[in-house]
């Protein structure tokens, strides 16, 4: 019989370019390939487990959820939904939540309730969104529109128009771009984490948002990889001190089952009407129930545990040997090295410790509950790895 890896490529679409782990099994923070070679999982899944694997909460709210019953679509009410929004909304302070199931999908509602506000508000020719250069917000022909890296958009020509893309950090641009085009938002990642996990600054986010506030545009923060934790606030735009009029959420958000969410202020809570968006399968009651036990076991300490293991990661490899820099928020953690950064994820996997890549920097992404002696054990492997 043919490998796992030979069947893969013969069937699965080229898309992906996998390494060459099988996985078959995990607890927590580490996973097993079918061969039972344990690693310890730094990626989680790319920000998505955010509870490491097979939680035992999670898995209990999930099953429990899964035999009462696993989808009704958005013709019925479910409780798991409705008390997931009002969780997201207290905690967040905005009003209305609508779920669709990936980032992708959660930015797209995003940019039809900044177009449809301008629209009503300033008129039909307010439709452009503002995104920033080496931002990522998505694979759909609109979401890959306002990612602002144009190799991603070779031979997808023509994409939706009406994005507008200016530099990171640099308020003035952004303004002066703004005052030359019809802007209906401006959407933004506070940590770039695709374009090479570069964290916006508190003067650029300040002043974008007194700027949105000012000409009524709406400011909308792409959460979907820094949302829920990932930062050690429990959205990153909360280290900030603004107040998004959106925020799109996804990865994190239902700890391993899809599910995305756009989250709207005061300001747009009512744009969209009855058939204005909808979704199938978003909202689902059993992804919807992972995600409220995901979301309750975000607390204060759980927080501060993030921010201490960021800390910590921080400091044991700035200045360590092979390493150029460290930069990120939080347990979302960029790492330019020496060596080309896929060696060093290459060897790191060899020492069964699975991290990412971005652009070109070791990207760690681990569970927010990773155990600290855990993390130390792939720090060292790291530190062995990128001293080589
Ligand atoms: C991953 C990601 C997306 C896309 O999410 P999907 O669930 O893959 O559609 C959008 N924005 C950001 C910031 C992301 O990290």
Not at 145 to 169: C, I, K, R, V
Not at 172 to 195: F, N, R, T
Not at 203 to 224: C, G, N, Q, S
């Amino acid at each position: 019989m043919k490998s796992l890896m030979e069947r893969d490529a013969a069937f699965v679409a080229g898309t992906y370019k996998r390494f060459p782990v099988e996985i078959a099994s995990g607890k927590g923070s580490l996973v097993y390939d079918t061969e039972g070679k344990e690693y310890i999982d730094m990626g989680s899944g790319i920000a998505v487990t955010s509870l490491g694997i097979a939680d035992e909460g999670w898995v209990a709210a999930v099953t429990a959820q899964l035999s009462r019953v696993q989808h009704t679509s958005n013709l019925y009410y479910t409780e798991p939904c409705a008390q997931l929004a009002e969780a997201l909304c207290a905690r967040t302070g905005l009003k209305k939540v609508f779920f669709s199931n990936s980032g992708a999908e959660a930015n797209e509602c995003a940019i039809k309730v900044a177009r449809k506000y301008a629209a009503e508000r300033k008129g039909e020719e307010y439709y452009n969104i503002v995104t920033l250069e080496n931002s990522f917000h998505g694979r759909t022909l609109t979401t890959l529109s306002a990612t602002g890296q144009d190799h991603y958009h070779e031979l997808f020509q023509p994409l939706t128009p009406g994005f507008l893309h200016t530099p990171a950090n640099d308020a003035d641009a952004l303004i002066a771009l703004c005052e030359q085009s019809k802007v209906a938002g401006i959407l933004m990642e506070c940590v770039q984490g695709e374009g090479g996990v570069n964290a916006l600054t508190p003067d650029f986010v300040t002043r974008v948002a007194a700027y949105a506030k000012e000409k009524d545009i709406v400011l909308m923060f792409d959460e979907v990889q820094t949302g829920n934790g990932r930062t050690g606030k429990l959205y990153g735009y909360m280290h900030y001190g603004v107040s998004p009029d959106v925020v799109s959420t996804a990865k994190g958000l239902g700890g391993g089952l899809p599910l995305g969410a756009t989250l709207l202020s005061e300001k747009v809570e009512g744009v969209l009407s009855f058939g204005d968006h909808g979704s199938t399968f978003g909202g689902n009651p059993v992804c919807c129930a992972g995600a409220l036990h995901v979301l309750s076991r975000i607390d204060e300490a759980l927080l501060c545990e993030v921010t201490e293991k960021s800390d910590y990661v921080f400091r044991t490899l700035r200045g360590a040997k092979g390493v150029r820099s460290v930069s990120g928020l939080g347990l979302m953690i960029g790492i330019e090295t020496e060596r080309p950064a896929g060696e060093v994820v290459a060897d790191c996997i060899r020492e069964g410790v699975l991290c990412l890549t971005a652009k070109n920097k070791v990207r760690l992404l681990p569970a927010l509950n990773i155990p600290q002696d855990v993390l130390e054990k792939a720090v060292n492997v790291l530190l062995r790895v990128l001293a080589k």
